[in-house]
């Protein structure tokens, strides 16, 4: 019995691990994640733009999911591209060193992190956090759902805050 359900849990294991590996890892790892937010805020400035930072991991597949999620769909993709500069920023897991460094990280994005990952941190040009988005409320069974997607990035559009 217990030859079989060590056999079952390795075999999802498996599953699992092999449906993350086949989704693109879209965080740069290497990259200063202040920086990278600087350089959207200063983009978004120049395009009258807001930017969303969607904070988590290559290690983290609901994150990868979201990502790819949101690049397969016209309204979405077509939303966004008007609308935001969208960057990807990693974070490292919970529980690491890399993690506790990076405190200024979470600092700037009002401790985003409290929600869970992956998680959307809503910038105005400014740099100004305007919204954090816990992704869980547009998932829907092992994806994310088109129109709880929409609703967020549209209720969040430069023009819809004015």
Known sequence: MKKT???????LA???MKAQTQLPKVYDEKADPIAQI???VAKAAKGKKH???QLGGNWCIWCL?????ITKDADIK???DKNYEYIHVN????GTPQYEAAAPLQKRLDNAGRFGYPVLVVLSPKGKVLHIQDSSF?????????????RFLKNWTPEAVR
Not at 138 to 150: A, H, I, R, T
């Open 138 to 150: 547009l998932e829907s069974g092992n994806s994310y759902d088109k129109g709880k997607v929409l």
């Open 38 to 40: 600087d350089q959207a």
């Open 91 to 94: 974070i490292p897991r919970r």
């Open 14 to 16: 498996s599953i699992g």
């Open 5 to 11: 359900i060590l056999i079952l849990f390795l075999a």
């Open 65 to 69: 999911r979201f990502a790819d999620f």
């Open 51 to 53: 930017v969303i930072v």
């Open 78 to 80: 077509a939303t966004i």
